[in-house]
């Protein structure tokens, strides 16, 4: 269950992108949210170092993280908020082990400063650095006038055991959106893939199974869901992994990619952590990535 909402902010607009997400999230799971704010002293070079005082920086953060709980309070939230010193990527990673969260919720990009966080640098750092689920919000989207809603979430899906361990977390998220899932595979052309693999006969007869087995894969995937109460589609694609993805959330108007970080590679199969990376990069859309444990290897 999501009980805990961690929300990294540094005091920009940028920053705060994620608050009206993050809100809903909580109204629709009960959650709590703790909003974050790290202090530090950047390292400089020469002439550019300078020293900031941290005392009265961690004032002015715990004054203007107060503000924005009290502001979220009167929206019927329950909220924490909370001022540390250090990094601000080891920061929020130590302080989602420490709460614990169950899901880290922040803008991908913020400015940066004597106290102000690289917040796109910030985001990659946690998702390389944390086992927390992310949930990750373009700092440039367009302010909402109305609750955002997570109606249709894409599924990237490889087949791959730690591609279908992310589903618990991401099918707990659409339950409390009551958002329909679409379950997505990109099957990369076998010839480009693999350099002198390029007899067309073969290839020909090589992607047909592979989308016949993708196509089996994702249809037994879709009824377990849907005995789980979920509405669930599926698509099956042939093209470069990342692309695919994209068009696809945008072609099916979906309003979240929801994906795992890790997953086996191979014929038919993604390096997935690449893939999360990428997207998140380049997909205007709010993406939840999620790293599941590994699964434990037969003695």
Request: without cysteine; glycine residues 8%.
């Amino acid at each position: 269950m999501i009980q805990t909402i961690l929300v990294p902010l540094d005091g920009s607009p940028e920053s705060e992108a994620v608050l009206p997400v993050a809100s809903e999230v909580a109204h629709r799971t009960g959650s709590t949210l703790v909003l974050l704010t790290s202090v530090y002293q950047p390292g400089g070079w020469g002439e550019f170092q300078f020293t900031v005082d941290l005392e009265k920086e961690a004032r002015l953060a715990q004054q203007y993280i107060d503000t924005r709980k009290v502001e979220l309070e009167r929206d019927g939230l329950i909220v924490e908020a909370q001022t540390v010193s250090g990094p601000p990527a080891q920061a929020v990673i130590d302080y989602a082990v420490a709460r614990p969260a169950d899901l880290v919720a922040m803008s991908t990009h913020g400015r940066s400063g004597a106290t102000r966080w690289a917040l796109g640098s910030v985001a990659d750092q946690v998702l390389h650095g944390s086992h927390t689920p992310l949930l990750l919000v373009r700092s440039h989207r367009p302010a909402a006038t109305v609750p955002p809603a997570f109606r249709k979430i894409l599924v990237p899906y490889d087949g791959s055991e730690l591609s279908e361990a992310a589903l618990p977390f991401i099918q707990e998220f659409a339950k409390a959106f009551g958002a329909s899932l679409v379950l997505f595979h990109a099957l990369f052309p076998p010839a480009s893939a693999y350099p002198g693999f390029e007899a067309p006969i073969a290839s020909d007869r090589l992607w047909r199974d592979l989308r016949e087995i993708a196509e089996k894969q994702l249809a037994e995937l879709s009824e377990k869901l849907g005995k789980a109460g979920l509405q669930v589609t599926t698509a099956v694609t042939f093209g470069p992994t990342v692309d695919e993805i994209i068009q696809a959330a945008t072609a099916g108007q979906a309003d979240l990619i929801a994906m795992s970080t890790h997953g086996r590679s191979g014929v038919g199969r993604w390096i997935m952590g690449s893939v999360a990376d990428a997207v998140v990069r380049r997909s205007e859309l709010p993406v939840l990535i999620v790293r599941p444990e590994q699964p434990a290897k037969p003695d």
